[in-house]
């Protein structure tokens, strides 16, 4: 069903390697951040992985570029198993690696981004989906230099970033796929966690 969903969005991707691009490895530092608290951390780091590379068209657009958000608790790397990576971006599969220029963040408070248990512990700034949804914009805009998303998607909390992206950047993807994501009434930890 994900496969013919991304098919449908993406077209059928022609095929261009045998095997899916090595993961590159990276951490961006954003300086100040200030979060939707008033709070600020000198330093927030994301940490992201990419597969393929971004290709521009004759008016300097980056075309293929896909953002990928994992949900709570997981990271990036999540993605990189048989079951995703596996179905979907090798070599003439919906979103191709060697077609398309991958994006896979750990969010703030997961893998090797910021997050409280690097020492600052309860001091560290509390943070909503808003300042995650932020920091991701940032890390595709200024930390990699890309000025337009082919897709935006996501898996629960993921899922509930990408419809944030969909309406605070609405122009700066063609197409948004929230997965096992409902934009509607939450209550108790879920409701807590999510507010904002």
Not at 63 to 84: C, D, P
Not at 96 to 114: K, N
Not at 134 to 139: K, M, S, T, V
Request: a positive charge; hydrophobic letters at 40%; proline letters at 7%.
């Amino acid at each position: 069903m994900l496969q013919m969903l991304l098919v449908l969005l993406l077209g059928a991707a022609s095929p261009a390697q045998p095997e899916r691009p090595p993961v590159t490895e990276g951490d961006f530092v954003l300086r100040n951040f200030r979060f939707a608290s008033g709070e600020v951390l000198p330093e927030l780091r994301l940490h992201y992985r990419t597969l393929g590379q971004p290709r521009k068209d004759a008016s300097g657009r980056v075309r293929n570029v896909v953002l990928i958000m994992h949900g709570t608790g997981g990271t990036g790397a999540q993605f990189l198993g048989a079951n995703f990576a596996g179905e979907l971006f090798g070599a003439g599969q919906p979103l191709d690696a060697g077609q398309y220029f991958l994006i896979l963040p750990d969010d703030i408070g997961h893998g090797g981004s910021s997050k409280p248990s690097n020492g600052l512990r309860a001091r560290f700034p509390r943070y909503v989906y808003t300042d995650m949804v932020e920091a991701e914009y940032r890390l595709v805009t200024e930390g990699l230099g890309v000025n337009h998303l082919r897709l935006v998607m996501g898996t629960s909390m993921g899922g509930m970033h990408t419809w944030m992206w969909a309406s605070r950047y609405p122009d700066a993807s063609d197409a948004w796929m929230p997965l096992a994501s409902v934009p509607g009434p939450m209550s108790g930890r879920t409701r807590r966690v999510r507010r904002r």
